[in-house]
């Protein structure tokens, strides 16, 4: 399995809607990252969090930070159309003498109009 | 627009043949990344240059080799391709130092497709 799980894996949403994204980690968490992808594009940083009980926010976007759990949650309030596209999250891990993000699988949204 | 340019965008070839993916990082950046995102796998480190120096390797295969010029532009040269490389190729930037990883600026990748 994953060192980072992403739930649920694809997400169909009626425009207006709230959702959650989560991002389970099976070790300590240091830098959690979200990051938002268009199909076939690169990705777009979103937010970084680092102290456990930190939120932040990014016009609708909400991601917090719950280091007990080792998880985040990325939580969209009245979605878009625009809000849709691959949502991933990424965690510092030690590498070598340094850090270094793995990857979560990503969760693929689609807004219905 | 991120400011991290990759050439070329989409790229066809056969297997056994070599190909080089080149990156500009986004102006002032020193780090360089490169990472492979496939269906199965997802997004795969493959190597991190600092400032011309290799920093750090991931799951980079002995076929591909990397280096980062003067400049500061990168080059990911990929050679005795497989079916299995194809893949979206991505380059990312930052400035880069010790820590925490930090933003990242991604590239919108190169499309490898190997026949």
């Known amino acids: 399995s994953q060192e980072l799980e992403q739930s649920p894996q694809s997400l169909i949403v009626q425009e207006g809607k709230n959702l959650t994204i989560n991002c389970t980690s099976s070790?300590?968490?240091?830098?959690l990252y979200w990051y938002k992808q268009k199909y076939g594009e690169g990705l777009i940083f979103l937010m970084m969090?680092?102290?456990g009980g930190e939120e932040k926010s990014h016009e609708k976007i909400t991601a917090k930070l719950d280091e007990k759990k080792q998880q985040s949650s990325l939580h969209i309030t009245a979605s878009q159309p625009s809000h849709a596209g691959i949502y991933l999250c990424?965690?510092?891990?030690?590498?070598?003498?340094?850090?270094?993000?793995?990857w979560g699988a990503g969760t693929k949204l689609i807004i219905k109009p | 627009d991120s400011g991290v340019t990759q050439t070329p965008k989409h790229l066809i070839t056969a297997t056994g043949q070599r190909v080089t993916l080149r990156c500009s990082p986004r102006?002032?950046?020193?780090?360089v990344y490169w990472y492979q995102q496939s269906l199965d796998q997802g997004l795969q480190f493959l190597i991190q240059?600092?400032?011309?120096?290799?920093?750090a390797k991931g799951n980079i295969l002995e076929r591909f080799s990397a280096q980062q010029f003067p400049d500061l532009h990168s080059e990911l040269n990929l050679s005795s391709l497989e079916l299995g490389d194809s893949a979206l190729y991505f380059c990312?930037?930052?400035?880069?130092?010790?820590?925490?990883?930090?933003?990242?600026?991604f590239g919108e990748g190169s499309r490898l497709t190997v026949l």
């Open positions: 990312a930037s930052s400035v880069g130092g010790k820590g925490y990883t930090g933003e990242l600026f």
């Open positions: 102006s002032g950046d020193l780090s």
């Open positions: 969090l680092q102290k």
């Open positions: 240059y600092y400032n011309g120096e290799e920093r």
């Open positions: 070790k300590t968490l240091y830098g």
């Open positions: 990424g965690a510092d891990r030690t590498w070598d003498s340094n850090y270094q993000l793995i």
